[in-house]
């Protein structure tokens, strides 16, 4: 997958200079992606216009030359269950579920793993004690784990890290990590990472700076 990003510019942002914003720029799957910024200089936005969520902007972004904007709803469900997967800042689980439903329902949609998988998943994160609890019972910490195996039960091509570890201490960001760089690189996949600095010990091929 290659995703490019042509003089793209928020339309709530400032006509500041970026390495992004208002440049080319080009993603491409197999490489890791490191984007910071202190808060409110877009991190969330770029990879929400990334994943299809915003179209308020100018210029162009395209998937493998394909303009985003001219793709329809069943083609961006297509993506976004083989190719583009994403942990969420705000996680967006359903709190009515449970951990394993919340999981369940994204894993079915296109299988990668089996369910004994994600269960083993869960608890090489350590969570797997709560797997049948509510997911607004759960602390946040627990919730951002359940919402970084959401996201590895699918398939995909690149892997959008909204501040995935913000809530996590450092023994459970080394496990999460384990976990992220052994499903990228079983499917040769390429991630981005957002931060307001730390690389968490992830190895990238570009830095960027927004």
């Known amino acids: 997958m290659t995703i ?8 709530p942002l400032p006509d500041v200079p970026s390495a992004v914003w208002g440049r080319q720029t080009t993603i491409e799957s197999g490489a890791g992606y ?12 770029l990879l929400h216009i990334m994943y299809g969520l915003r179209t308020d902007y100018d210029g162009v972004l395209e998937f493998d ?20 997967a994403v942990v ?7 709190g009515h579920l449970t951990a394993r439903q919340n999981i369940e329902i994204k894993r079915q949609l296109a299988p990668r793993i089996d369910a004994s998988r994600a269960v083993e998943m869960a608890t090489q994160l350590g969570i ?14 627990q919730r951002q784990r359940v ?29 999460a990590k384990d976990l992220i ?18 690389d968490y010990g992830f190895s990238f091929n570009h830095h960027l700076t927004l």
């Open 88 to 94: 969420y800042q705000d996680l967006r689980l359903f």
């Open 65 to 84: 030359g394909r303009p985003a904007l001219s793709m329809d709803p069943d083609q961006w469900a297509d993506i976004r269950s083989h190719r583009l």
């Open 181 to 198: 760089r052994e499903a990228c690189e079983d499917q040769r996949a390429g991630y981005v990472l957002v931060s307001l600095g730390p």
């Open 34 to 45: 490191l984007v910071t910024a202190p808060s409110g200089k877009g991190k969330s936005t």
């Open 4 to 11: 490019t990003l042509d003089h793209i510019r928020p339309h």
């Open 128 to 141: 797997a004690g709560v797997l049948d609890q509510a997911a607004s019972t759960l602390s946040y910490g």
């Open 147 to 175: 919402a970084i195996i959401r996201a590895l039960c699918q398939p995909f091509e690149m892997l959008l890290l909204d501040e995935p570890f913000s809530h996590l201490d450092a023994d459970n960001i080394g496990l």
